[in-house]
């Protein structure tokens, strides 16, 4: 079996056995984000794509300790927003348009371990989907890509420390996919569907909050990115043609203000 599909076997394995345990504390959590968003798509031999713009993102999160100071913790984030498309036609004629972003994902996170005093390890299972509707002109007709992915991976919380009154701490998570799917409508009269390359998320947050607060505010930057897909044979009107999602990188950078419960 290879090791990133055992890697999230045995972490379902351990959330659901970690979650029969008796144990009562729960908390929830709710936030929001106004994150500054660059997509950029390489096509070779045409050129570049670049779909900038503001997005926003909602998440909710509910945490379960458990004995020993071990946690088990759910999360589900939405973000979305039309953004500014900057690139070409399949034709590789200038296009300028608007994307549509919908973006959801849900995580599961298991905390084997007390915390360290060196911070906290989170091992990471979840599903990110994430789609692209580029808006037809009367020079092009529009294209709608869905993508799904089934991600693992780590996050390190730091320990919390006292600063100009307030408690900081940092967290960074790396996912990487083990499944990877594409959806495409728009090139052709039917739709598209092949693999994807394997996805790579790279995430940074900084924490602030005061002592005792619900209230928490966080700086964000996060970047995930793909070489270029294999490329699949399609038959159409009698020809056939070779489709692939080119390499692209997506990087997000904002704010974010969570309320726990």
């Excluded at 307030?166 to 960074?172: F, N």
């Excluded at 495409?184 to 739709?191: D, Q």
Aim: with cysteine.
């Amino acid at each position: 079996m290879p090791p990133r599909i055992l890697l999230a076997a045995l972490l379902l394995q351990a959330a659901c056995a970690t979650a029969q345990t008796d144990t009562p504390a729960v908390e929830l959590h709710g936030s929001a984000a106004v994150l500054h968003r660059k997509l950029v798509e390489n096509i070779p031999g045409l050129g570049r794509v670049e779909e900038t713009g503001p997005v926003g993102q909602l998440q909710l999160g509910v945490t379960k300790r458990m004995p020993e100071d071990r946690a088990v913790q759910g999360r589900f984030t939405l973000t979305g927003a039309d953004l500014r498309y900057a690139g070409l036609t399949q034709g590789g004629a200038p296009l300028a348009t608007t994307t549509r972003h919908i973006e959801g994902s849900g995580d599961l996170l298991l905390r084997p371990h007390a915390p360290s005093r060196w911070g906290d390890l989170w091992l990471m299972t979840g599903v990110l989907v994430n789609r692209r509707i580029i808006q037809g002109t009367q020079a092009a007709s529009g294209l709608d890509e869905t993508s799904t992915a089934w991600m693992v991976g780590v996050r390190w919380d730091t320990p919390k420390v006292a600063l100009a009154g307030l408690q900081v701490w940092a967290e960074s998570e790396a996912q990487t996919s083990i499944y990877h799917r594409l959806h495409v409508e728009g090139l052709f009269p039917s739709a598209v569907r092949f693999e994807g390359a394997d996805k790579r998320l790279l995430a940074l947050r900084l924490h602030a909050s005061a002592p005792n607060s619900p209230w928490t505010w966080s700086v964000h930057w996060s970047r995930l990115s793909q070489p270029a897909s294999d490329s699949v044979r399609v038959t159409n009107a009698g020809g056939q043609f070779l489709v692939n999602q080119p390499e692209l990188s997506i990087r997000d950078v904002g704010v974010r203000v969570t309320r726990r419960f």
